[in-house]
């Protein structure tokens, strides 16, 4: 059972190029994540969406993109990298019921994708 | 808005002794609260959540945590450290507005000495 799986681990970006980091999860959650880590800040949030088709901001979603076009993918997308973009990037999922505001089901994680922008 | 605090960045406590995470939160309305677990260079693991069924939870690898409202708080312990402890711990809280998003502590860095 793979659960969350990212790719790639590890990356080093020149400023201004782009790049998609893949998400993808087989437990067959609705819901899924895409957070950044930096030292001493915990996780900030920067995209979420509840299913296939429906995305939204988190607290931090300038200069990035999402799609959600199936269940199982959620890449994120950085157009134009910039240093502050330096970070290590997570994925999560999660299976929730449709409308409620929140739910005691827990966050699946993958294994992160290290980036850094040069 | 729902937010949680941990006190202490790093703590360090000896082989064989208590652990003690503190974990303060707020939140408007009845919290879903979880601890996770994250080792080097790996993902977040689940330790364990609070879903109102009973206020002290059970979780993986020995450890527990005791949900006190009046001190709104969620404290993790675990009676006898061991070395393979040493992680980072992270506390989040559910956050509300749709999502199941979650707030997350700034972590507390176990360090488990011999």
Not at chain 2, 30 to 40: D, E, G, R
Request: aromatic share 12%; charged share 15%; proline share 4%.
């Amino acid at each position: 059972n793979a659960g969350v799986t990212q790719t790639p681990k590890f990356r080093i970006l020149k400023i201004g190029q782009s790049m998609t980091l893949q998400c993808t999860q087989d437990m067959n959650h609705n819901y899924m994540y895409w957070y950044r880590q930096d030292p001493g800040m915990g996780l900030k949030l920067i995209y979420y969406s509840v299913g296939a088709g429906i995305t939204d901001k988190g607290e931090v979603p300038n200069g990035y993109n999402v799609s959600r076009s199936t269940t199982e993918d959620f890449p994120l997308r950085l157009e134009l990298a910039a240093p502050s973009q330096t970070s290590v990037y997570f994925c999560a999922s999660s299976y929730s019921i449709q409308g409620l505001v929140s739910s005691n089901q827990p966050q699946h994680f993958g294994d992160g994708t290290r980036l850094s922008i040069l | 808005a729902q937010s949680v605090t941990q006190l202490g960045s790093h703590v360090s406590v000896s082989e064989g002794a208590l652990v003690l995470l503190r974990c303060n939160y707020s939140s408007s309305v009845p919290p879903y609260l979880f601890w996770y677990v994250q080792y080097p260079n790996q993902g977040l693991q689940l330790l364990l959540k609070y879903t109102s069924a009973a206020t002290l939870v059970k979780g993986i690898n020995g450890f527990e945590a005791e949900f006190k409202k009046s001190e709104t708080s969620f404290h993790l312990t675990k009676p006898s450290a061991h070395m393979s402890d040493a992680a980072e711990y992270f506390c989040a809280v559910t956050k509300g507005g749709g999502g199941n998003k979650l707030t997350f502590g700034t972590g507390t860095q176990l360090k488990v000495e011999l």
